[in-house]
């Protein structure tokens, strides 16, 4: 069976840095591209970031370019999100998502990725 677990959220303050983790079970990672997604209270859940399948290919939501940064490590059939200065505005509870139908560049369009992980928080408080 094909799941997602994303972890590594937490409590962190203004300024500080996070690494998210998506992990990928059932299924090789390197034959998906892989999306962030994140929701905050209230709000629709918007693109964060997305690699393509051999990583070649990176995007970023405006709000987070220099910032935050995408990785994987398809030995592991793991994606990473490397988030610095964080923000109360970073503030959400964060997806990775999978999808086996996106080649080339990847896309940070919610519609378009199939598998979904389960979501950790972030909260960046002081």
């Known amino acids: 069976q094909l799941q997602l677990v994303a972890s590594g959220g937490g409590l962190v303050q203004p300024g500080g840095s996070l690494t998210l983790s998506c992990a990928a079970s059932?299924?090789?990672?390197?034959?998906?591209?892989i999306g962030w997604f994140r929701q905050a209270p209230g709000k629709e859940r918007e693109g964060v970031s997305c690699?393509?399948?051999?990583?070649?290919?990176?995007n970023y939501a405006d709000s987070v370019k220099g910032r935050f940064t995408v990785s994987r490590d398809n030995a592991k059939n793991t994606v990473y999100l490397q988030m610095n200065s964080l923000n109360a505005e970073d503030t959400a509870v964060y997806y990775c998502?999978?999808?086996?139908?996106?080649?080339?560049?990847?896309?940070?369009?919610?519609?378009?990725?199939?598998?979904w992980g389960q979501g950790t928080q972030v909260t960046v408080s002081s």
């Open positions: 059932g299924f090789a990672l390197d034959y998906y591209a």
């Open positions: 998502a999978a999808d086996g139908r996106i080649f080339g560049s990847c896309t940070t369009a919610r519609g378009e990725y199939e598998y």
């Open positions: 690699i393509s399948r051999r990583g070649g290919s990176t």
